[in-house]
């Protein structure tokens, strides 16, 4: 399905935000998408780097996939995605430093669908390719032993929200928020259909381990920053729409998105859909085992190394 985020794959969606601080390199992030009710609580995160003497800059690019080949190219330093084959294929050392978020997602369909067998043959809509998602659908498709039909991608649960409410999908995977969003607004229409749990990685940060090794100390003050946020954000969830700049790119967003950021973050976190420690090595032991359940690493993951995927350095520095 060729749809208006699609056609824009190749463009950065936002212009990027600059930051100033004396003495200080810009550390240059990749978005995987727009901020969003989503990206508020790593905003706020932003706002303390920065408050600690972090120069940076964003850009949000239209998909995941983007944002990795960013990186690779040395245009971009930091990345959002989850980013398991690029680190096995390539001879890049890329690495993950933070979980963002868990893999908490749920299959949504049209009420002609009742079970994931149904969804044999069904196109279906994801957030990108290779990416959470793209994951969830192929192990969906190996445990239930189904095929699912062509597979389009639209960046963002709540685009896919729109979509599926405007008719052009009949099934997508949707995070925790907009799941409840559309059931709300349309159960008579869709329904979420039983889903098996799953604690791997949906969004972390990683970055090129020789350019996170020249830079610890933006690093640092990032990991530093994260870490704080998560874990006041798990003992309350309220203190991320408290602390969000209202002139910063999530403070600038529709005021229904801004008056619904506590129940965003509540339900999420009652979720589990956040860690409050960055994931850390038990993040990744369960990324590999599932990632090469998803078909995207190879491998036994019993034998893998995790620090051929994550540098624990600066989280363990901030778990001190």
Not at 36 to 65: C, I, M, Q
Not at 99 to 109: D, G, T
Not at 120 to 142: C, F, K, W, Y
Not at 257 to 273: C, H, M, P, Q, R
Request: charged share 20%.
């Amino acid at each position: 399905m060729t749809t208006f985020f699609t056609k824009l794959a190749g463009l950065a969606l936002a212009t990027s935000m600059m930051m100033s601080a004396a003495n200080a390199e810009t550390v240059r992030i990749a978005l995987a998408e727009p901020p969003s009710d989503e990206l508020a609580a790593f905003f706020v995160a932003l706002d303390r780097a920065k408050a600690n003497g972090l120069d940076y800059e964003w850009t949000a690019f239209a998909e995941e996939e983007l944002a990795i080949q960013a990186v690779l190219s040395g245009d971009m330093d930091v990345a959002f995605g989850t980013p398991y084959a690029v680190m096995q294929r390539s001879k890049a050392p890329i690495r993950i430093i933070f979980q963002l978020s868990k893999l908490v997602f749920f299959p949504v369909a049209t009420k002609e669908f009742t079970s994931l067998k149904d969804l044999d043959g069904q196109p279906i809509m994801l957030h990108s390719r290779g990416g959470g998602t793209d994951s969830i659908a192929n192990v969906i498709e190996e445990r239930e032993g189904i095929k699912f039909g062509d597979r389009s991608y639209v960046p963002g649960s709540s685009n896919r929200v729109v979509a599926m409410l405007g008719g052009q999908a009949k099934v997508t995977i949707l995070d925790l928020s907009n799941k409840n969003k559309i059931i709300a607004e349309a159960g008579d229409r869709f329904s979420a259909l039983p889903m098996f749990e799953v604690k791997a990685s949906d969004e972390a940060l990683f970055a090129n381990l020789d350019w996170m090794k020249a830079h610890e100390k933006e690093v640092s003050t990032l990991v530093d920053a994260l870490h704080s946020v998560w874990s006041e954000m798990t003992a309350d969830p309220t203190m991320v729409a408290r602390e969000t700049d209202p002139n910063g790119p999530i403070g600038t967003l529709p005021a229904q998105v801004l008056a619904e950021l506590d129940d965003f973050y509540t339900n999420a976190v009652a979720g589990g859909l956040y860690d409050p420690n960055g994931g850390g090595r038990e993040a990744a032991q369960a990324d590999l085992e599932w990632y090469t359940r998803s078909g995207q690493l190879e491998g036994d993951p019993a034998t893998m190394n995790l620090e051929d995927f994550w540098y624990f350095a600066p989280l363990d520095a901030a778990m001190k």
